[in-house]
């Protein structure tokens, strides 16, 4: 028998995510039983993360080399592709299921059962982490929908909370809509070029390849454009967001929108786009920035504003692969990581008020701040970051998109980038002020530690990667690099 | 063996398609819709299974996508049958048009 070393990774994982539904047989404690399960959870995102990051991980053996197996003899199906931009999604899949993970422990609501959902949690990832290494477009598609199901039942996990089962019966139906539209990609690929391995197809999409595959692309781009929640195919995000809880809100912000940029990416890089589909992804970027953000702006409830303010941030990664050069791909990548640190960061801030203040309209957090300080100002770390002041991490990556969108020729994107930002800033600030200002006049009344650790944790890490942004930079950079190997 | 010309696949295959979008539109039914999602996964596995009937070079991975695409989709589609129940449990209705509360 053969062990392949890649696989390592995805083993505690997928093992977690088999057995902690196991654990609703034993005659234990519910709260031991939560407690086991939040353990469990929170080790195989550990030894994930850890095995990433060893010296023989995959993050340094990808750096020199692309790794590509296949399991089967002389099959082309389930294939393994690992490279530098797989790498690179992989750690910021796991860091936010860690992050949740450790939320969840104390953060979860009663009624809901720990087991479960952590089972859950890690299938997700699991599904992420197999969508990242496979090589060929059926497992792909295998992958993609693991990750879909897992996310469609965390985000109705209160079960009998109306608004979440709204939520995720109207995603699911639209997510179906578009892993259909991916099929019917898939089929035009394979019947152009005869190939679903990656390796094949950037073969045969190297040459001058016919319009229907084109159309093919498109259509793959749309299923991507639908999971990363960008503009015409944005409108189950704020519901979803506003209906599910707080730790699924981050992990649906965090990692799975980041699922839809890793295809957007791998297409990318197998293939070549017509000049058109780049034109279309940034007349997409410019739309789902601006929608976002007058929409944000509209909001009374302070998590759908956030949620809003997600959409728009999306558009600014997508900004990144309008630009096509090494700078502005490498420059979605670190925006992508760094909308995965500052996006769960505010909404599990916003988490933590919601448990003293009780709800996250703007009456109810009106002078929130004073009761809780470290929550809010990493609440304020999480918002300067996203507005994009200098010393955090957002900055650095919406500068570099700028500088990118410039290099590349396209003025007008960049300009629509600035004055978004400028846009932003408007609802930003109102939130800070809600937050600050006025009294409750009630005593100060701090969430427990294991609430607060995940918090600080994510608001150091926005502070770290704003001061010393270049290791990660150089990492990108060679995962966009990559991807553009051999393209003009 | 003899089949028939890969125009009439592909056109069953769109028209699937279109019924069941058509059908996801109108009817206003949670079993329908599902459905409906049901017959445009179809469509697009008979789009597959024909180009793979008339590829250039015979081979058996488009088959075999077929089998995972399908077994793939089962699972999708036991999933939404399994919400719609925790929907009908709680609104004792089917009616799609119930679940209006999340509106900007």
């Given amino acids: 028998m053969v062990i392949y070393p890649e696989l390592v990774p995805l083993l505690p994982l997928l093992l977690s995510g088999i057995a902690l539904p196991l654990t609703a047989i034993l005659r234990i404690d519910e709260k031991l039983k939560r407690n086991i399960a939040c353990i469990v959870a929170c080790i195989a995102h550990a030894i994930a993360m850890i095995l990433l990051f060893l010296p023989t991980g995959l993050v340094w053996v990808t750096q020199k080399e692309v790794i590509v197996r296949s399991f089967i003899k002389g099959s082309i199906l389930s294939t393994l592709y690992v490279d530098s931009i797989s790498t690179f999604f992989m750690l910021i899949f796991f860091l936010v299921g860690l992050i949740v993970s450790i939320y969840s422990w104390r953060g979860l609501e009663p009624g809901i059962r720990a087991e479960l959902y952590y089972a859950l949690i890690c299938l997700l990832t699991t599904g992420m982490t197999v969508l990242c290494m496979v090589g060929d477009f059926i497992s792909f598609f295998a992958a993609w929908e693991l990750l879909s199901i897992s996310i469609y039942a965390l985000v109705c996990s209160k079960r009998d909370d109306v608004l979440a089962m709204e939520a995720a019966f109207k995603y699911m139906m639209l997510s179906c809509i578009a892993a259909i539209l991916m099929i019917y990609g898939l089929s035009i690929l394979y019947g152009y070029t005869g190939h679903f391995d990656f390796i094949g197809l950037q073969r045969a999409l190297s040459a001058s390849i016919p319009y229907t595959v084109h159309l093919a692309l498109a259509l793959l781009i749309i299923t991507f454009c639908f999971k990363a929640a960008i503009v015409p195919f944005h409108t189950w995000a704020p519901d979803v967001y506003q209906a599910s809880i707080d730790p699924i809100t981050a992990l649906l912000s965090g990692a799975t929108t980041k699922a839809g940029v890793y295809g957007i990416m791998r297409l990318l890089s197998i293939s070549r786009l017509s000049p058109e589909l780049i034109l279309s992804l940034g007349v997409l970027s410019v739309a789902t920035m601006t929608i976002g953000n007058l929409s944000a702006i509209l909001q009374r409830d302070i998590k ?136 409750s006049g009630a005593a100060k009344a701090e969430v427990p530690m294991s609430l607060l650790l995940p918090v600080i944790a994510l608001a150091v890490m926005c502070l770290v990667l704003g001061i010393i942004p270049a290791p990660v930079i150089s990492w990108a950079l060679s995962a966009s690099e990559l991807a553009l190997m051999g393209k003009p | 063996m003899m089949h028939a010309p890969f125009a009439t696949f592909a056109i069953t295959s769109s028209a699937l398609l279109i019924v069941g979008f058509w059908a996801l539109i109108v009817k206003r039914d949670a079993i329908r819709a599902i459905m409906a999602i049901e017959i445009m996964f179809h469509g697009a596995n008979l789009l597959l299974m024909s180009f793979t009937l008339y590829a250039v070079v015979p081979d058996v991975t488009g088959w075999s996508a077929i089998i995972v695409l399908i077994s793939v989709e089962a699972c999708v589609i036991a999933v939404m049958l399994a919400m719609v129940f925790n929907v009908f449990r709680r609104y004792r209705s089917l009616d799609t048009a119930l679940l209006r509360r999340l509106r900007w």
């Fill in chain 1, 304 to 439: 759908r504003l956030l949620a809003y303010s997600s959409i728009s941030h999306m558009g600014f990664v997508i900004m990144g692969f309008a630009t096509l050069n090494p700078l502005g791909l490498a420059a979605a990548l670190f925006h992508s990581l760094n909308h995965a640190i500052m996006k769960p960061l505010a909404f599990l801030s916003l988490g933590n008020m919601r448990l003293i203040a009780g709800d996250t309209t703007e009456e109810k957090l009106r002078g929130i701040g004073r009761r809780m300080p470290v929550t809010t100002m990493c609440l304020m770390v999480s918002l300067l970051s996203l507005m994009g002041i200098p010393g955090l991490n957002g900055f650095v990556s919406k500068f570099m998109l700028i500088l990118a969108a410039f290099h590349a020729g396209l003025v007008w994107l960049a300009i629509a980038g600035i004055v978004n930002s400028a846009i932003a800033v408007a609802y930003y600030i109102r939130v800070m002020q809600i937050v600050l200002r006025g009294t």
